[in-house]
Nanobody
Framework: QVQLVESGGGFVQAGGSLRLSCAAS????????MNWYRQAPGKQRELVAG???????NYADSVKGRFAISRDNAKNIVYLQMNSLKPEDTAVYYC?????????????????WGQGTQVTVSS
């Protein structure tokens, strides 16, 4: 069984910073893409940032220049450093990862989600 556990959410004033972490644990052979999504009330879940195992990254236009995604491959942890936060960044942030179990052939993987962590930015 594989789990993704997020931490680091909270309440911050506009212009402030938060750092989210997500640790993958369990029956893990390798972790491929790791992503952060968010879902605001009444809106669809959207991709915020993603990072591949070779550290290539991609970002939503709305967060470019303010957020930075990184990962620790040895610990299977992904981070999201969020700076210059805006009220419109308020959402539940979810960790997402593509994980291969040790007995699986290369190329086979399953997608997992964390439980989410609330980020609230006040104006």
């Amino acid at each position: 069984q594989v789990q993704l556990v997020e931490s680091g959410g909270g309440f911050v004033q506009a212009g402030g910073s938060l750092r989210l972490s997500c640790a993958a644990s369990g029956n893990i052979g390798s972790v491929n893409a790791m992503n952060w999504y968010r879902q605001a009330p009444g809106k669809q879940r959207e991709l915020v940032a993603g990072i591949l195992s070779d550290s290539r990254t991609n970002y939503a236009d709305s967060v470019k220049g303010r957020f930075a995604i990184s990962r620790d491959n040895a610990k299977n942890i992904v981070y999201l450093q969020m700076n210059s936060l805006k009220p419109e960044d308020t959402a539940v942030y979810y960790c997402n990862a593509d994980i291969r179990e040790p007995s699986w052939a290369w190329g086979r993987q399953r997608n997992y989600w964390g439980q989410g962590t609330q980020v609230t930015v006040s104006s």
